[in-house]
């Protein structure tokens, strides 16, 4: 079955440096590849999404890279704030199965 | 505005004792799922449903059960609740099944079962 893994569980940065979370996956490469935010006892927010045949999409400071052949993807926070401290969840939609699959989380802090 | 409210946000309960979880959704959309969150173990899906009256099982089905009778609503229900299921619950929907579409989360109910 699919493991998914996020990088340490928790990520500690300073102010207005760039934070870089890590998803990495096991076996078959997912279709979709999206990424959310949750804040303490709030539901996730959705934040961004990559398509398999994308390499990298961008929204304001945020990007995220889609590499297959690393089975990997990499979700980075430019000139990150402390505003940004929050658990961020890679979630894999996969050809096969009804399922999304949510990576544990990292759990990122940025420090003032 | 457009969102997905889940009922109640807390709750404490007793061993056996039946409950149900509200969900609804204002987007019209056409899939929903619940989750519950652990710690260590992430978001895992309990039941989702493709539309009205089209239910199946996630990853971990047992001790649920669901209802889809409008598209709108989506209620959760533990017949027979074990301390075992004691853990924050969410509803999400969104468009279609697909994982280009977006999944809109409920704020969340912690339940206890004691």
């Known amino acids: 079955s699919q493991k998914i893994e996020q990088n340490s569980e928790a990520l500690n940065i300073q102010e207005g440096k760039t934070a870089t979370l890590t998803c990495n996956y096991t076996n078959y490469s997912p279709a979709y590849l999206q990424w959310y935010r949750q804040d303490p006892g709030r539901g996730p927010v959705f934040l961004l999404l990559?398509?398999?045949?994308?390499k990298e999409k961008r929204k304001e400071r945020l990007k995220v890279t889609f590499d297959t052949t690393l089975k990997q993807s990499l979700f980075h926070i430019t000139a990150s704030q402390p505003a940004d401290s929050a658990t961020y969840l890679c979630?894999?939609?996969?050809?096969?199965?009804?399922?999304?699959?949510f990576g544990p989380g990292t759990r990122l802090s940025v420090l003032p | 505005e457009a969102q997905v409210t889940q009922n109640p946000r807390y709750l404490i309960t007793v061993t056996g004792k039946k409950l149900t979880v509200t969900c609804s959704q204002n987007m019209n959309h056409e899939y929903m799922s619940w989750y519950r969150q652990d710690p260590g173990l992430g978001l895992r899906q309990i039941y989702y449903s493709m539309n009205v009256e089209v239910t199946d099982k996630g990853d971990v089905p047992e001790g649920y059960k669901v209802s889809r009778k409008e598209k709108r609503n989506f209620p959760l229900i533990l017949e027979s609740p074990s301390p075992n299921q004691t853990s924050l619950y969410f509803c999400?929907?969104?468009?279609?099944?697909?994982?280009?579409?977006?999944?809109?989360f409920g704020a969340g109910t912690r339940l206890s079962v004691l």
């Open positions: 979630a894999l939609d996969f050809y096969y199965g009804q399922n999304f699959v």
């Open positions: 990559i398509r398999e045949n994308e």
């Open positions: 999400a929907s969104s468009l279609s099944r697909s994982g280009k579409n977006i999944q809109y």
